[in-house]
């Protein structure tokens, strides 16, 4: 089970709206930047979201980024097909013994 | 062009050993922190080890810790992870990724590791 939580899946059609839901705790979001990965079959990751709400040169402003205490949400904005992927996010989480990198479990986004 | 390339990934039988590299090109690599990330088949991502520019503070996840060690090579621009003891459970597509600005923004096309005997 995944340190930080997230839906394993959402769905909307074309041209629509989804956000997908990131839940940790103050050991990691609510300390630490979060960040927001594409993960499309066969492709290696890509970072769409970096620092909570910064998108890398390159993507698209269809994402964003919030976060709100222990929560992030990533959202996606006019829907195309080719947003069907794999998203995850990820931020650090420290512990007595040092940090860790965490990944959400991964949301699997269905375009209708 | 910023570039990342993975190697040494294979198959080998429980208990068994591999290196893993990672060839970093098109950046300064010394400049940079770098992480090794895993996914098994029909998994989600792992984060598995971070090695900082200078190579001395690392961190491991647990499931690896004392099983695998990262190390990195400025001069010849490569990321290193030496796994030992492999289980089942290791079998993976690794990727090499930098780190910048808390995010992993470039990332390598992945060696397979399979453990089986």
């Known amino acids: 089970q995944s340190v930080l939580t997230q839906p394993p899946s959402v769905s909307a059609a074309p041209g629509q709206k989804v956000t997908i839901s990131c839940s940790g705790s103050?050991?990691?979001?609510?300390?630490?930047?979060v960040s927001w990965y594409q993960k499309l079959p066969g492709t290696a990751p890509k970072l769409l979201i970096y620092k909570d709400n910064q998108r890398p040169s390159g993507i698209p402003d269809r994402f964003s980024g919030s976060k709100s205490g222990t929560s992030a949400t990533l959202g996606i904005t006019g829907l195309q097909t080719g947003d069907e992927a794999d998203y995850y996010c990820g931020t650090w989480d420290s512990r007595l013994s040092g940090f860790n990198w965490v990944f959400g479990g991964g949301t699997k986004v269905t375009v209708l | 062009e910023v570039q990342l390339v993975e190697s040494g990934g294979g198959l080998v039988q429980p208990g068994g050993s591999l290196r893993l590299s990672c060839a970093a090109s098109g950046f300064a690599f010394s400049n940079f922190e770098m992480n090794w990330v895993r996914q098994a088949p029909g998994k989600g991502l792992e984060w598995v080890s971070y090695?900082?520019?200078?190579?001395?503070?690392?961190y491991y996840a647990d499931s690896v810790k004392g099983r695998f060690t990262i190390s990195r090579d400025n001069a010849k621009n490569s990321l290193y992870l030496q796994i030992d003891s492999l289980r089942a459970e290791d079998t993976a597509l690794y990727y090499c990724a930098r780190e910048f600005d808390d995010g992993f923004d470039i990332w390598g096309q992945g060696t397979v590791v399979t453990v089986s005997s």
């Open positions: 103050s050991s990691n979001i609510g300390n630490n930047y």
């Open positions: 090695i900082p520019h200078s190579g001395d503070t690392i």
